[in-house]
């Protein structure tokens, strides 16, 4: 099923037409509305009327993370306060959190896109969704859960750290979709098969995001849960969870393309690739007024496929990530800079020491181990000092990106040091 | 009267107390006691020698994490319940011990021991009235 037949099947001459049409007004209106666009665009001469159509995109200037955080909190809002009905927040590189606002408009269309990729998933308003991403300031959970009600679906919100009672409600109620992270889906699976209540479900979908996951995976939550596992991607700063998800036939994530237009850039030339090639992938919203975002950089690696879907959707795919053009960790769905880290460590003492973050998945769940060497300026000739300081330094991190990481002390010059740009993380999960 | 103890922080692994002790034998200072704390990870060794300041010199030129901590070395009669007693002052004095262990054991009836208390002055004053004898470094090489 399509929820959206008219927008998700149209001709690529209409959609292109529509996009247009759609990103000069956008265009216009940023220009009159937000004093950082018209001023980035003034430093290069751009004239809103430059903007004729979606072919004279890359004359745009890109917004990045560091945009909205110098423009913090409000800056890049596009209407007065009194219109935007909500904010979402994300944890930020120095301290400062990203801050996105949404006008009522804004969470209609965010609803319909979640609506879109859960219908691709195959949830109907039949369905019960349990939602079980985090609520809250992270935009995954109420996301998910107004898109799950805009279909009509009889929407759980669960939230996340509770899984026995997850599993209790899914077995209780019939549950028959879920939204979550694959990691935390897999978990749940692994909890379900050891309780061998895996009979006792009645999952059949399962729309997972927020976090970097491999086909791999996909298959193996597909083989233990019994359900149609897709893919659903989306950052908070371009809307949340919604902005791609992929159909029944996994060839990549189908963009909602009417709302978001996507561009693959060169990360070193920032010049747009060939069609197909694999480079950054950049969206300007079309639709949104809260905040309105051009050529926005998202710093996730990627290729567009333009090609019909054989599911009858005309709206392009985006393939599988390959991987970031900057150094940040999706680590339990949160994402966290190696930087922030480091000014964690600071405020514990002032001084930076070397450090080494490890991140694993055990048992499906990602860990996050930070190894700070102890030397004068971390020690004490007690256990408890060391454990007082291992604590300290375990909650600093937790205060700084929202997670907890196991807290290693190491001796002096046992973390490699490395001749050029200093290595800080060792990713082992195995995800391409 | 004061002391001064060698800590050092290692990883609990194999051969990494040895290559500590290597260092310390390659300045020529002598160990006269030491313990050794250990929890899952890592460990902390506590070390009285006869030349603080250059163990933890070389320790520190080794790559090792140590430093120099005051302790009180108490000498008291080698005899059934006289650590007791002690004890009994420093707990009336609601005087935390943080760790201690065993220097040496002479002929002359008289035993040693290596104090590390929450509050070092308090507890030395009190030690003190109770008739230990609080040893310096000095005094601990030329037992």
């Given at each position: 099923m399509i929820w959206n037949e008219k927008m998700?099947?149209?001709s690529r001459e209409e959609m292109?037409?529509?996009?247009?049409?759609?990103?000069?007004?956008?265009?216009?209106?940023?220009?009159?509305?937000?004093p950082a666009y018209r001023a980035k665009m003034d430093e290069i001469g751009l004239k809103p009327e430059d903007i004729k159509g979606v072919e004279d995109l890359p004359k745009l200037p890109f917004t990045t993370?560091?945009?909205?955080?110098?423009?913090?909190?409000?800056?890049?809002?596009?209407?007065?306060?009194?219109?935007?009905?909500?904010?979402?927040?994300?944890?930020?590189t120095t301290g400062k959190p990203t801050v996105v606002g949404y006008t009522e408009n804004d969470i209609k269309m965010w609803s319909e896109c979640v609506a879109r990729c859960m219908t691709m998933a195959g949830v109907t308003k039949k369905d019960i969704v349990q939602v079980a991403y985090g609520y809250g300031l992270f935009t995954g959970g109420l996301g998910a859960h107004y898109g799950a009600e805009y279909i009509g679906a009889t929407t759980v919100p669960m939230g996340t750290g509770n899984t026995q009672k997850l599993?209790?409600?899914?077995?209780?109620?019939?549950?028959?979709?879920?939204?979550?992270?694959p990691s935390y889906l897999l978990h749940?699976?692994?909890?379900?098969?050891?309780?061998?209540?895996?009979?006792?479900?009645?999952?059949?979908?399962?729309?997972?995001?927020?976090?970097?996951?491999?086909?791999?995976?996909?298959l193996r939550i597909e083989e233990i849960l019994g359900v149609s596992a897709h893919d659903i991607y989306g950052l908070s700063?371009?809307?949340?969870?919604?902005?791609?998800?992929?159909?029944?036939?996994?060839?990549?994530?189908?963009?909602?393309?009417d709302h978001f237009i996507p561009e693959i850039i060169s990360p070193t030339t920032l010049e747009p690739v060939k069609e197909g090639e694999t480079g950054e992938l950049v969206f300007t919203t079309i639709t949104k007024e809260g905040l309105p975002l051009i050529r926005y950089r998202t710093r996730?690696?990627?290729?567009?496929?333009?090609?019909?879907?054989?599911?009858?959707?005309?709206?392009?795919?985006?393939?599988?990530?390959?991987?970031?053009?900057?150094?940040?960790?999706?680590?339990?769905?949160?994402?966290?800079?190696?930087?922030?880290?480091?000014?964690?460590?600071?405020?514990?003492?002032?001084?930076?020491?070397?450090?080494?973050i490890v991140v694993d998945r055990v048992n499906n769940l990602d860990t996050m181990e930070i190894m700070v060497e102890v030397d004068e300026k971390f020690f004490s000739d007690e256990i408890k000092g060391l454990e007082a300081l291992s604590v300290k330094i375990g909650k600093a991190v937790q205060q700084m990106i929202g997670l907890n990481a196991k807290i290693k002390l190491v001796e002096p010059r046992t973390i490699e040091r490395s001749m050029g740009k200093s290595v800080h993380v060792q990713d082992k999960r195995k995800l391409v | 009267m004061k002391a001064k103890q060698v800590s050092v922080f290692i990883e609990?692994?194999?051969?990494?107390?040895?290559?500590?002790?290597?260092?310390?034998?390659?300045?020529?200072?002598?160990?006269?006691?030491?313990?050794?704390?250990?929890?899952?990870?890592?460990?902390?060794?506590?070390?009285?020698?006869?030349?603080?300041?250059?163990?933890?010199?070389?320790?520190?030129?080794?790559?090792?994490?140590?430093?120099?901590?005051?302790?009180?070395?108490?000498?008291?009669?080698?005899?059934?319940?006289?650590?007791?007693?002690?004890?009994?002052?420093?707990?009336?004095?609601?005087?935390?011990?943080?760790?201690?262990?065993?220097?040496?054991?002479?002929?002359?009836?008289?035993?040693?021991?290596?104090?590390?208390?929450?509050?070092?002055?308090?507890?030395?004053?009190?030690?003190?009235?109770?008739?230990?004898?609080?040893?310096?470094?000095?005094?601990?090489?030329?037992?």
């Open positions: 998700e099947t149209m292109r037409a529509l996009q247009s049409e759609r990103l000069v007004a956008t265009v216009k209106r940023v220009y009159e509305k937000v993370k560091a945009d909205l955080r110098d423009n913090y909190p409000f800056g890049l809002f596009a209407v007065p306060q009194d219109e935007i009905t909500r904010v979402h927040a994300s944890s930020g599993i209790t409600l899914m077995k209780d109620f019939g549950a028959t979709a879920i939204a979550c992270t749940i699976a692994e909890v379900l098969k050891e309780n061998g209540d895996l009979d006792k479900i009645k999952l059949r979908a399962a729309v997972c995001g927020a976090e970097p996951w491999t086909e791999d995976m996909r700063e371009v809307m949340g969870p919604g902005v791609a998800c992929d159909c029944k036939y996994h060839k990549g994530l189908h963009v909602c393309e996730d690696l990627t290729s567009i496929n333009y090609e019909p879907c054989e599911c009858g959707r005309t709206t392009c795919r985006i393939s599988r990530f390959k991987g970031r053009s900057d150094d940040m960790l999706i680590i339990r769905g949160v994402n966290v800079f190696p930087s922030q880290v480091e000014e964690a460590l600071l405020r514990v003492d002032g001084v930076s020491p070397h450090y080494m | 609990n692994r194999e051969g990494r107390l040895e290559e500590v002790l290597s260092a310390i034998k390659a300045a020529g200072v002598n160990i006269l006691s030491l313990s050794l704390a250990d929890t899952r990870e890592y460990g902390l060794l506590r070390l009285i020698v006869s030349d603080p300041a250059k163990a933890d010199k070389a320790l520190k030129e080794g790559g090792f994490s140590s430093m120099l901590t005051d302790v009180l070395v108490v000498r008291l009669n080698n005899e059934v319940g006289s650590l007791q007693d002690l004890l009994c002052a420093v707990a009336k004095e609601k005087i935390n011990l943080e760790y201690m262990y065993g220097l040496t054991i002479e002929k002359a009836g008289k035993a040693s021991l290596v104090i590390k208390a929450s509050d070092l002055d308090k507890a030395a004053v009190v030690l003190k009235k109770a008739g230990a004898e609080l040893l310096s470094n000095e005094e601990i090489v030329s037992l």
